[in-house]
């Protein structure tokens, strides 16, 4: 890996970020910073799934999977690996608008890789239903040029390129049994001198079935003479990670566990990125699948050992570490404040907040970022003609768990089409099963519900558990998330006293993401016009 000279963008980038993260309020739900030069694990609480970062001078930026979530492939950007906030997204709609229109979950983006080369930030992905796509840009925090089909064909997922020394750039990739019809298979293909084209066939590389089945993932780097690929195998809950290397790019290649679960908590610690310091150490960043809060982010020590990585402590010296909890934060020649992801939001400004992503992609028309009056305006979108449940809505918006507990608060005023009755709004846990606070206007008034559905992806329906009658459009939702993934919903309508609604929930992830918290507006009927929901605050707590 090649230490990368700061260049003008660079310093102009580290100015404008110094700047965003001094806006940013610190979470209180999950610091990763311990403030005493040490952090822990995870460094971040939330569902960044298949995480890669590159350096370029003294600024680390990372991308991560979003599925179906739209914006897609969030930036986040940190000046010392454990301190992050979201700057941006390199995807403002998936394509094609005639699929991703509808809610198509755990499609669109997987396994994302993230590149810096002669002065250009590139990110590849693979969409497991189309092929592979590449988009490129000079301002990681700015607008991202549009999305170039590299390879298409169906299966072809977790791509990530190298720029070889020579000229030539190359592709790694795996396949998706769901698709292609066969995995735990790594190949390489050729990609065209400006990386926008794959030339020829892949040609595969490393067979796991014997050894390492359910590999996939794979991120490309050269070292001392020797191409690496480092990959996960053996399942995201449950599997190692591995390196392999070879001086010849289409192998054969050598294998080596690198780092597992051990004797540790950490199930299943792999997928994700090497990457240096400027101070010349080595880091590794890679996910944990914990269930309903989906695959959070873990920051391990590496280091090489006879061109082997070493990822993780090794305490008994066979070459295979384990993932550690605390550790002393990496060397980056400096101290940096405190930064996290943005969670709580006033709706202060003329643009909606980094932490927000709808279900699939939006209309301009949904929201209206309303720095005026203090508050997100939500409108009522129609349902969908063969609707069953939320589960169906791409107009939910939500944001990323952050923590094991938290409480989200919110405070709402529905201003209904007095025409018709049956628009809804609400506060909604959603998830395989989801659950919420639904406030609808209906011929008898306001009414706010307490209601779930258990198995929403086999197209169950809800059921309303309580409901109470409200007088005033005004309600503050809430829901308190605790250990073992359990909510409990109440209501309060003057801000001080809590009325625990309903039944206790247990939230559970979504297809291949966590399970995600937020709001929507709805109404039963395609009219020319409807009401709306005015949000005025959001707020995650302990």
């Known amino acids: 890996m090649k230490i990368i000279k700061r260049s003008i963008l660079g310093l102009l980038l580290c100015c404008v970020m110094s700047g965003m993260n001094a806006q940013n309020s610190i979470s209180k739900t999950w610091v990763a910073d311990l403030g005493n030069g040490s952090y822990k694990n995870p460094i971040l609480y939330a569902d960044y799934s298949d995480p890669d970062v590159c350096r370029v001078g003294d600024d680390y ?10 914006p897609g492939l969030p930036i986040l950007h940190s000046k010392d690996l454990v301190n992050w906030t979201v700057i941006g997204y390199a995807i403002d709609k998936l394509t094609p608008d005639s699929i991703f229109s509808k809610v ?7 396994a994302p890789a993230i590149r810096y080369h002669k002065g250009e930030f590139y990110i590849y992905y693979g969409d497991p239903d189309q092929g592979i796509f590449m988009t490129k840009t000079k301002d990681p925090a700015g607008t991202w040029e549009p999305l170039v089909m590299v390879k298409e064909g169906k299966g072809l997922i977790d791509s990530c390129p190298i720029f070889d020394d020579n000229g030539d750039v190359y592709l790694a990739h795996a396949y998706a049994g769901s698709r292609a019809g066969i995995k735990s298979l790594l190949a390489v293909t050729k990609l065209t001198p400006d990386g926008t084209k794959a030339v020829g066939e892949s040609r595969i590389i490393y067979d796991g079935h014997d050894l390492d089945p359910t590999i996939e993932g794979p991120k490309f780097y050269k070292r001392n003479g020797y191409y690496y690929i480092f990959a996960p195998a053996g399942g995201v809950a449950t599997g190692w990670q591995l390196a392999l290397r070879s001086k010849d790019i289409f192998g054969p290649y050598e294998r080596k566990v690198v780092m597992d679960q051990g004797k540790t908590p950490i199930n299943g610690p792999h997928q994700g990125a090497w990457v240096d310091t400027q101070t010349g150490e080595d880091w590794f960043i890679h996910f944990q699948d914990v269930g309903a809060v989906g695959r959070i982010t873990h920051l391990q020590p590496m280091v ?8 993780g402590v090794d305490k008994d010296g066979d070459g295979c ?6 550790y002393k934060k990496p060397n980056v020649g400096k101290t940096y404040p405190i930064a996290t992801p943005a969670e709580s939001d006033e ?3 003329n643009t909606l907040g980094l932490q927000w992503q709808w279900h699939g992609n939006p209309q301009s028309w949904w929201h209206f970022a309303n720095k005026e009056q203090g508050c997100l305006n939500l409108y009522s979108v129609p349902i ?3 609707y069953k449940s939320l589960w169906d809505v791409p107009n939910l918006l939500l944001q990323k768990i952050p923590a094991p507990d938290f409480t989200a608060t919110m405070k709402l005023t529905l201003k209904p089409e007095p025409r018709f009755t049956g628009e809804r709004t609400g506060l909604v846990v959603m998830g395989l099963d989801y659950a919420l606070l639904s406030f609808e206007n209906t011929p008898d008034g306001f009414v706010l519900s307490q209601s779930e559905c258990i198995n929403a992806e086999k197209g169950t329906k809800e059921s309303v558990n309580s409901s109470v009658n409200l007088k005033d459009a005004t ?15 109440s209501y309060s309508t003057d801000g001080k006293k809590y009325i625990t609604l309903g039944n206790e929930f247990k939230a559970k992830e979504g297809k291949w993401i966590g399970a995600k918290i937020g709001t929507f507006c709805s109404r039963p009927i395609p009219k020319n016009d409807g009401g709306r929901v005015d949000v005025d605050w959001f707020r995650l707590e302990k």
Do not use: Q
């Open 304 to 311: 090489w050992k006879n061109d082997w990585p070493v990822i």
């Open 321 to 326: 570490g384990e993932p550690v909890l605390t």
């Open 61 to 70: 930026y990372m991308t991560a999977s979003s599925f179906n979530c739209v």
């Open 475 to 489: 309600v503050y939702l809430r829901v308190k998330m605790t250990s073992g993934n359990k909510c409990i919903f």
């Open 384 to 386: 969908i003609d063969d």
């Open 347 to 349: 709706f202060s400004t």
């Open 104 to 110: 198509e979950h755990g499609g669109g983006v997987w």
